[in-house]
């Protein structure tokens, strides 16, 4: 899915209303009429009280309307007319008139009782356009919806949030329904907290203008996942389905190197042999049969030659930083050209040696978590900074930038992916060098670089969301992600078929 910016946001809008000649009005109308079929269908025991909050600007509009098609399918409806949101829009006025002709008062101060969950706070005061701090009079409703207790839902975006800057204050949605395109400052980590849950309504924006309108920046949905995905040819056998190597493994981290690689088999690729030195040998033939070992040094890898010819390599996963192993990294990257993803102490050896960035293979996949991300390209000031320097980062050494975080962003050929998938439980040791294994197990399967990448993420993601339904977030381990890799192919592959 396609992110835009505020200015194309608008942009689609004016397009939209000049090719289905409407007005300004037919479209907040039809914007409001989205979001009122889904509170609808959401919400269906006409018991449930609904207390909209509207600012003066065009997202109050939004909100009137709402609350104009609740009210006209009896449900009961307070409004409130947020003061210090500006003066009012030409749409919002016209709505606001509305409600008068529809017995629909703003402002009464009623005090209303309603039973226990049946209270739904919609938020309609501040939409995309919010360019300034938050007024003392919005910033206490805000305050005040946040502190509700009730059920919060925000028309297009939380109010308060700044779609080009940090936000220090804004509704906390529980859900957030926003207008035919999601919001790049959604998926920002400073912003986490004020979203629990994103839909998307269309409604009807122009399709060519969508289709043909260029962006840096992408949401990896469902829909981008399975364009992506590559199912298993039907005359598979284990050498049309890859040899991944994964290489890293010193004393004492020894399970990195078995998770990767075990989630390297388990990505779909037919072999895979893990390389380690030897301390790591019995535990990786004992806990993972389905691997072949090579090895290299006792106690850490210091040296990295072999006689296989494998078809990705994955390399860094609880490697060391040796000098020895350094000095292996260096020779290997010298002479290594083909489809290679670096992570962990691998990593942290190029940050302390970035010089070495220049040998690296055109689309080498690194995979950083913060701190790695850090050592690698400095420090940021928000994360608005943080993601065009991932952008910049990445199309500078022209490499693929996995730059792990709650949304984790792919960046390549100058553009950005953010996965969709994936949930807290991944806080977890390991869940990195699974990625990894997944990841190279797809470049082994000769998925291109971007798209193991971009599809390795949504799938790493996936298979967190599915088992965490059955162990908890708390008891989820990076096991859990590989175990459950099937259902997210069975997953994946189900709703290709209902299409």
């Known amino acids: 899915m396609k ?25 907040m109308e039809r914007a409001g009429t989205e979001a009122y079929l889904w509170l609808k269908k959401r919400f269906p025991d006409k018991e449930t009280v609904f207390h909209v909050f509207c600012g003066k600007g065009n997202n109050g509009g939004d909100g009137l309307v709402v609350a104009r098609l609740l009210h006209k399918d009896n449900y009961k409806v307070i409004v409130d007319i947020v003061e210090g949101t500006g ?72 109010s308060g949030m700044f ?56 949401l990896t949905d469902r829909a981008e996942a399975h364009q992506r995905y590559r199912p298993v040819p039907s005359h598979a056998h284990k050498g049309i389905q890859g040899h991944a190597l994964i290489i890293g493994g010193s004393y004492g981290k020894i399970g990195a190197v078995a998770l ?33 070992v090579l090895t290299s040094g006792e106690e850490h890898i210091d040296s990295i030659t072999f006689d296989i010819e494998p078809k990705a390599i994955g390399i860094g996963m609880g490697l060391g930083q040796h000098p020895e192993t350094q000095q292996a990294v260096l020779e290997f990257l010298k002479h290594q050209k083909m489809p290679m993803v670096i992570d962990a102490d691998a990593l942290n050896i190029l940050s302390y040696n970035k010089e070495w960035l220049n040998m690296l293979p055109e689309n080498t996949i690194l995979t950083p978590h913060p701190k790695e991300l850090e050592r690698l390209m400095g420090s940021w000031e928000d994360d608005f900074e943080k993601m065009e320097k991932i952008r910049a ?17 792919v960046a390549c050929n100058d553009t950005v992916h953010i996965n969709s998938t994936g949930n807290a439980a991944l806080a977890t040791g390991g869940s990195g060098d699974v990625l990894t294994g997944i990841i190279t197990g797809l470049l082994a399967q000769s ?13 790493h993601g996936l298979s967190a969301d599915i088992g965490v339904c059955d162990t908890s977030k708390q008891a989820f381990i990076a096991s859990d992600i590989i175990n459950y890799l099937g259902a997210a192919y069975l997953k994946i592959e189900a709703e290709k078929m209902q299409r």
């Open 393 to 409: 980062f990445a199309k500078e050494h022209k490499i693929i930038l996995v730059a792990k975080d709650a949304f984790t962003i």
């Open 3 to 27: 992110i835009f910016s505020v200015s194309k946001i608008r942009e689609a809008d004016e397009i939209t209303i000049s090719r289905q000649g409407i007005t300004t009005g037919e479209l």
């Open 447 to 459: 998925y291109s670089p971007a798209d193991a990448a971009i599809f390795g993420v949504y799938l």
């Open 163 to 218: 779609m080009d800057r940090k936000s220090e204050l804004a509704v906390h949605s529980d859900i957030v329904l926003t207008f035919q395109f999601t919001k790049l400052a959604f998926y920002l980590a400073g912003n986490c907290n004020f979203i629990k849950e994103i839909k998307v309504l269309d409604i009807g924006l122009d399709k060519d203008f969508i289709a043909n309108e260029p962006t840096q920046y992408f």
């Open 260 to 292: 990767s690689s075990k989630a390297a088999l388990k990505s779909g690729c037919g072999l895979v042999t893990a390389y380690i030195p030897k301390c790591g040998y019995s535990i990786v033939q004992t806990t993972f049969p389905e691997a072949m």
């Open 87 to 158: 003066n009012p829009s030409e749409d919002f006025t016209a709505n606001l008139e509305k409600l008068d002709e529809n017995n629909l008062a703003c402002n009464t101060n009623e005090i209303y009782e309603y039973k226990k969950h049946k209270i739904v706070f919609l938020d309609a005061i501040f939409g995309i356009g919010l360019n300034r701090e938050v007024g003392a009079e919005a910033k206490a409703v805000i305050e005040r919806i946040n502190n509700s207790g009730a059920k919060i839902i925000s028309i297009d975006v939380p």
